[in-house]
C-alpha cells in the first residue's frame, strides 16, 4: 500500500497518520516501536476503528496479507501460491525456500513445486547453453 493513500492529520504540530492517532488515542498510549496498523479492507484512507489491526511488527502483518489474500483467492488461508505456475496449492505440496528480498524486512519465503522449480531450471540451463 502506498503511503500517499493515508490520511495524515496534524497532532502536537506534526503530520501523523490518521489511522496511528486514531490507535493511539483508543490505546491510550503510543503504539510500540515496530508495531503496524494493518487495514483489513486494504483501503488506507478507512479508518473506521473496526477496520484496524495492530500487528506487531512487519512480519507479522505481511502473514496477515499473505493470509488475506490466499483466503480471497481460494476460500483458504492456508494455501499459498507457486512462485513459478502461479497455481494455489496447500504448504505441504510445496518447498519453500527463503531469499534476500532487498528491503529492510529482510527474508521473504518463496514457495514453488518441485515440478515447477526444476522445469524452471532445466529451461534455464538450456537458455544459458544456447546464448554461448
Known amino acids: 500500500m502506498s503511503y500517499m493513500n493515508y490520511i495524515k492529520v496534524w497532532r502536537n504540530g506534526k503530520r501523523v497518520r490518521e489511522h496511528i492517532k486514531i490507535v493511539e488515542k483508543a490505546l491510550e498510549h503510543e503504539l510500540p516501536r515496530f508495531a503496524q496498523i494493518h487495514h483489513r479492507d486494504g483501503n488506507g484512507r478507512n479508518n473506521k476503528s473496526n477496520n484496524l489491526i495492530i500487528c506487531e511488527n512487519q512480519k507479522y502483518h505481511k502473514l496477515i496479507e499473505i493470509r488475506e489474500k490466499a483466503y480471497r483467492e481460494t476460500g483458504d488461508p492456508n494455501k499459498r501460491q507457486c512462485n513459478y505456475c502461479k497455481k494455489w496449492d496447500m504448504t505441504s505440496n510445496l518447498d519453500t525456500s527463503s531469499r534476500w528480498n532487498?528491503?529492510?524486512?529482510?527474508?521473504?519465503?518463496?514457495?514453488?513445486?518441485?515440478?515447477?522449480?526444476?522445469?524452471f531450471e532445466r529451461n534455464r540451463y538450456h537458455t544459458r547453453k544456447e546464448s554461448k
Open 102 to 119: 532487498g528491503h529492510k524486512s529482510g527474508r521473504s519465503s518463496w514457495f514453488r513445486h518441485r515440478k515447477c522449480y526444476r522445469e
